[in-house]
């Protein structure tokens, strides 16, 4: 190999699966441990996963900076790939590229109240940035966590969500989109009617948004009657990615700043996209 791949994102990362575990029908957690050392991600960051003689597709890492020896990735079955990583267990190797991309930005929030938003699968990236703030605990001011999915059968990460509900100085809320079991004890309704009631101080509060396009109009129109600056609400946004770091243009936002999501992104503050056709 020669040093310019060694040092450059085209380089192969080997690893095994050292647990993995179907969280809902169609989402399958896995822990990884590589070859080479720490993976030496950032809250927010992605990976390419590569399936030798499938494809390969980027996927969050989900879990934070934090953890040492192995990270975390949640993968909901969608297509050729990530169906074919739901037949993946303990034991299985894997090839990655990466980490990829501009990670939350933790060192801005420093000293910041924390509202963290998430619908679907946003919780899987969003759980870095989540983890991340709740071990430097000391770093950020209060912390809100909204979270919504469909239905409380498709709810990702149950136990730690608990733990999150449990913890003192965190103001958590749950709702689901509908619902006919009674034993559901949580809201029902859409995330965006979480919002309203959570107390905000605007100058001092970073909102911090993952979840499908759909969400992000109605979440950041609540957020902007909170008077958050637009600078101070940052989204992740997803497109489709070949190479994962600004080599290949597939990825671009139709915006007149011509953002590629993989190098830009994923992560960008609502000011650097709301010009943008689509969230
Ligand atoms: C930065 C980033 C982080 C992501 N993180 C996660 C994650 O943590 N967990 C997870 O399960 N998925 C994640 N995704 C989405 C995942 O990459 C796609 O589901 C995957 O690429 C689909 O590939 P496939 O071969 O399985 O499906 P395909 O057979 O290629 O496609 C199946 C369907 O998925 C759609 N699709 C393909 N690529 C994307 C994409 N990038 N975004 C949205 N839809 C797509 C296709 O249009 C098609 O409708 C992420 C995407 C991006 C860009
Ligand atoms: S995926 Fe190639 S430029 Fe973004």
């Not at 399936?51 to 909901?76: A, H, Q």
């Not at 103001?171 to 965006?192: E, H, Q, R």
């Not at 243009?249 to 000011?271: R, V």
Request: hydrophobic content about 35%.
């Amino acid at each position: 190999m020669t040093e310019e791949i060694k040092n450059s994102g085209w380089k192969l990362r080997k690893g095994t699966i050292i647990e993995a575990k179907q969280l809902t029908k169609t989402e399958r957690w896995f822990d990884i441990k590589l070859d080479d050392g720490e993976l030496g991600h950032e809250p927010g960051q992605f990976i390419q996963v590569e399936m030798l003689g499938v494809g390969e597709v980027p996927i969050s890492v989900s879990s934070s900076s934090t953890k040492k020896g192995s990270f975390e990735l949640c993968v909901r079955a969608a297509g050729r790939v990530t169906n074919y990583m739901q037949t993946l267990d303990k034991g299985a190797i894997v090839t990655i590229r990466g980490p990829f991309g501009k990670p939350f930005p933790t060192k801005e929030m420093e000293g910041k109240d924390l509202v963290f938003i998430a619908g679907g699968l946003g919780i899987v990236p969003l759980r870095s940035m989540i983890n991340y703030a709740m071990d430097n605990r000391d770093k950020y001011g209060k912390i809100d966590i909204a979270l919504g999915c469909r239905t409380p059968k498709d709810i990702l990460f149950k136990e730690e969500i608990e733990r999150w509900e449990n913890m003192e100085g965190i103001n958590f809320s749950y709702t689901v989109d509908k619902c006919d079991d009674p034993a559901w004890k949580g809201n029902t309704g859409l995330i965006t009617t979480l919002i309203p009631g959570l107390e905000i101080d605007p100058a001092k509060t970073y909102a911090v948004v993952v979840g499908p396009p759909i969400m992000y109009k109605f979440v950041i129109a609540e957020l902007l009657k909170k008077k958050i600056p637009t600078t101070q609400i940052i989204l992740s946004l997803e497109r489709h990615m070949k190479c994962g770091m600004g080599k290949c243009g597939h990825c671009q936002i139709d915006s007149p700043k011509n953002y590629y999501c993989c190098k830009d992104g994923p992560t960008f503050t609502y000011e650097q996209v709301k010009d943008a056709k689509k969230l």
